[in-house]
């Protein structure tokens, strides 16, 4: 079955309220066992080349490092040369979108799921996502968190160990729990 055609995951990638189906689990399940074999690919290019065929479209100049994890691969869109250090987790039940010439540091995750605050309805197991969208020439610091519904604009740096609750504009520096504008960060030329 094409996974498009599957109604929890239209549900899910439209931000309605979704239980998991048999098709989400099996793709899921088969992206987890994928994971764990290519991260153990020592030479870069084979690794890397089979990480980017599980996405759904990644530019030129991708490079990750081992270990990488992500919830299905079909809801990531990457631009031209981007670069992901050590032990990244990208939780992409929701749509996330990342720029060109973007590049995190460290154990960095993004998260879209969104989990019900009513416990009768988390005990359903029902969730909901938002999507995260990353702009261009973007740095996100060593074991930084982007939380769902998140948009950072171009030019942003996200400092190490930040927990980033909402959205920034262009050319900020943010730090902080939660994540806040410590100045401006205006190119130079």
């Excluded at 066992?33 to 089979?50: F, G, H, Q, T």
């Excluded at 990488?68 to 996330?96: L, R, W």
């Amino acid at each position: 079955m094409n996974i498009e055609e599957d109604s929890s995951y239209q549900q899910m990638i439209n931000g309605e309220l979704y239980l998991e189906s048999k098709d989400l689990a099996a793709l899921r399940d088969d992206v987890r066992v994928k994971l764990m074999e290519y991260n153990r690919i020592a030479n870069n290019d084979e690794r890397n080349s089979k990480i980017k065929s599980l996405m759904k479209s990644v530019g030129d100049r991708f490079f990750v490092e081992p270990t990488i994890y992500f919830s299905y691969g079909v809801n990531i869109t990457i631009g031209n040369h981007f670069y992901a250090n050590h032990d990244v987790m990208i939780c992409d039940e929701g749509k996330i979108t990342i720029g060109n010439d973007v590049k995190f540091g460290p154990k960095v995750g993004l998260y879209t799921p969104q989990h019900p605050l009513d416990p009768s309805v988390r005990r359903t197991e029902a969730e909901t996502v938002a999507p995260i969208t990353i702009g261009n020439d973007v740095w996100v610091g060593g074991g930084a968190s982007i939380l769902p519904g998140v948009t950072l604009g171009n030019n942003v740096v996200v400092g190490a160990g930040s927990v980033v609750t909402h959205s920034f504009p262009d050319n900020v520096i943010v730090v902080g729990n939660p994540a806040r504008v410590l100045r401006e960060n205006k190119p130079k030329n």
